[in-house]
């Protein structure tokens, strides 16, 4: 892998994948059915791409019953753990209503109210994600709601996997239907027969889940359209190659597109990072997928010093960031964009991904400038509280009423005016 000297500056930008026009219709008409004939056409759809016509689409408590007599009692206990953990970490972000009385009598204040309800896309296909579950779950769970629905493709059997059934219930999912792709993300936006429409809709998915996101988004909210995965590590002579290199596959395995980066100020690191990631390509079950990753979109940087390369970081604003240097503590102050930080030679970034407690669903393609991670006031809306007293009314009318004429808005004026009067 080339070794780059930073004289320039670094972006974890990829074009963001819009889809063709092609498979924006299809999900367009896929939307359009759904909306109109509900079950039947998510029946249909569920036939057309997951190979299997299923007329019950709602998991049974037996299934999950199932589902929880088979699994492994040390896996479950795994589970639980990380779930507490998540549910810990984010009770700790709860906000709490307020009112602050002026002296005046005027009482202004916000009030925060949980969503009424909540859809939460898993993916399937080949591969299951309890971490995705626990991660758009529980941060709902912890703000309040208290419908949650998730959805998640079929297997060819008619099944979902167990691992994401028992997280399901862990969590305090309310429903679950087997049920993927554009089809799902429709039902839960317009709602059918059998899945009730939501309020938002969290969760990855593929460009087709991603194009219906963006075609229901108004009608209902959504989290964000998340990007290829990305990890950025900041790294000096302390740190050590063969878990630098491990780390930058962590996120290389998750998709051809995906973004690891090296900046350091170490040449020595930087070479034997590159030798290190051949020889674990060669070892590695998704050898293909992280291959194309890193030759694609991989980066080793060396940088002239630590702040050059904490400037680049900030400029890349990565959804991942890793510090390994010789002091870390003392570089956070200066990390102004990153999704998460991690801390030290033992926060390697999987430790956050499943078990820590702070959400990975993170915002990507250098989204971090500006978003955060999910949280549990994604799960909340305010409401702000006036009760002006009529002190402060009578003191302030005029200005009031000036202010809405001079935006030409006569009617704001009088509606302010008409309170003046003796009555």
Known sequence: MEIMTLNSSLSLKRSVDAGTAEQRKVVQDIIADISENGDEAVRKYTEKFDGIRLENIAVSQEELDEAFAAMDEDMLEILKEAADNISNFHEKQKRNSWMHAEESGTILGQKLTPLDSVGVYVPGGKAAYPSSVFMNVLPAKVAGVKRIVMVCPPNVDGTLPQSVLVAASIA????IYKVG?????????????????VDKITGPGNIYVALAKREVYGDVDIDMIAGPSEIAILADDTAFADEVAADMLSQAEHDERACSVLVTTSRKLAEETAQELETQLQKLPRQDIARRSIEDFGKIVVASNLEEAITAINEMAPEHLELLIDEPMSA????????????????????????????????????????????????????????????????????????????????????????????
């Open 172 to 175: 305090g999912v309310t429903e």
């Open 181 to 197: 792709g554009a089809q799902a993300i429709a039902a839960l936006a317009y709602g059918t027969e059998t899945i009730a429409k």
């Open 332 to 423: 956070v102050g200066k990390i102004r964009h990153a999704g998460a930080i991690f801390i030290g030679r033992y926060s390697s970034e999987p430790v956050g991904d499943y078990f820590a407690g702070p959400n990975h669903v993170l915002p990507t393609n250098g989204t971090a400038r500006f978003s955060s991670p999910l949280n549990v006031d994604d799960f909340q809306k305010k409401s702000s509280i006036i009760m002006y007293s009529k002190d402060d009314f009578e003191r302030n009318a005029h200005k009031i009423a000036a202010f809405a004429r001079m935006e030409g808005l006569e009617a704001h004026a009088r509606a302010i005016e008409a309170r003046n009067k003796d009555k």
